[in-house]
């Protein structure tokens, strides 16, 4: 199979988005924007070795995973994602049947949110794979989450629940015995197969006012990057974190994860005391699980905080990774 | 300098578009369409040792032809280039420096183009650099140039000079003595530091109906696309070919590289003959070299002919890259 072939085997031959002028085929993928919507940008790199490893994630589950990251973040503004483009590095080494794979993974998770693939670049890899994807979305005009939209008196709340995807990381690892859990298949479902929350992310666009973050770093990171930009402070209780009973009875870590571990790509915001219980709604019907985790105050000494089990005030660090120490 | 610090580094701290809604420091970008005008995105990949090397390519070569090679897309397809999202995945012995570098080479791009980054991910590499851009243009609605616009008796265009690139990496690679140029350097900064033709797809944009490509993979792939997507043959004759003559006269691969060279990123196009003269003097005004180089015709039996310098006629192939055998 040369590259044409491939190009042609992963190409779509139907497109949901009738605003789709051109498609994959030509120099640049042409499409017409919606009126009176914005348009939103997010691109994301994942790389062999780095951010998975092909022992355990099979290239379906790296497809998945590429596109799922990037929806997270079109999620976290409160849009809707319409289109992705890939940029495939592969060693050669690879056969044909994986990249198809690895588009296979990708094109599974699109259907269920109706997304084009518009545009992509396959080349060779000197040694390691590199997978990026763009993903184009929109949203109303005006109503994008912003980081910066948090106000004091504002209920701080978390969709699903926090560091399984570091748990399931870990058992993959092996440096977690099986035998700690008994739902192993969730955790590392959470770590391969993140479901990005869209729907949590199309409610709060319709607040009056909301900031919103996928937990991609850590939660501790993603709070602190509200508050900075914001201007307040955060508090949060480490009684109301939403962990996976299995991981909070049965692994010490389980805090370090919830707070630090990141890649649960689950939505921390802030939302006005008045519109918190209408959300709170929305997401009970929808089956979404959402539970409030702190408070939004005035700027105090720090960004985020968070009262303990025994009733102390820690301050929490962003501790997001640092590529250049 | 972590990745926060680098981040406030290579973030513009002046926009030249009030479009962009939120630029780099949250999920994801927002911009506002122009209304009657289409959205164009493209994206590309470049690769340590496979695309570059960092023993003859400085970081801000890099950069720069990361970018010049996006807006090349953009330009084939009659755009007008706005805004740029750049993924880097560096290896860990970079220094924070060289990653600002790679950044300043795009920048110093984009000014021309008055372009804004808004957007990017820098995570680290196994092994090998990798950067993918992905550029974000616009089109009035209706006006893009594509490939398959080529219709029976129009001119084919190319702008530039082809080979030059080719030449330049032969003479980097220690292929080429460089006492066979007495302008070595011309042919070096073809392949460093190529000039996306935007000014001629603008110009192309106006015309009734024009098929344009970039020259990344050689004329002769180029050609080849264009004559498939538009179901015609297209003829053209060595002699026309547009080659530097320092090239021509000093070295036997003159024409291999012209044809199947790749990295021009010239513009090969067809225009109708009655339009070809407003084009000419619409690129001779702006000091933008370009000539003709052969005819559309009605299907025959190949999908690209060249009459040689001794009246015969052969079949050019696409000799595309083939990734996978």
Known sequence: MDEFDLIHSITPHTLHHTSVDVGIGDDGAVYTASPDFQQIVCLDTMVEDVHFKLEYSAPEDIGYKALAVNISDIAAMGGIPKFYLVS????????????QAMYEGMTELAKLYRMDLIGGDTVSASDKAVITVTVIGEVEKGLACLRSSARPGDVVFVT???????????????????????????????????????????????LQHTALNDISDGLASELNEIAEASSVTIEIEENLLPVHPDLRTAHSKWKEWALFGGEDFELAGTVSQKEWTWLLD?????????????????????????KTADQKRIVLEKKGYNHFK
Chains 1, 2 share one sequence.
């Not at 495939?88 to 990249?99: G, I, K, N, R």
């Not at 997401?283 to 979404?288: D, E, I, P, Q, T």
Request: glycine residues 8%; aromatic residues 8%.
């Open 160 to 206: 699903g629940d926090i560091g399984s995807s570091a748990a399931g990381l870990s058992l993959l690892l092996g440096e977690t015995a099986p035998s700690a859990f008994s739902e192993r298949d969730y955790f590392i479902q959470k770590h391969k197969r993140p479901v990005p929350r869209v729907q949590v992310g199309r409610f709060c666009s319709q």
């Open 88 to 99: 495939l590095a592969v060693p050669s080494c690879w056969q044909a049947a994986e990249v």
């Open 282 to 306: 929305r997401c009970k019907a929808s089956g979404v699980p959402i539970k409030q985790v702190g408070t939004v105050y005035e700027r105090k000494e720090a960004n985020v905080l968070m």
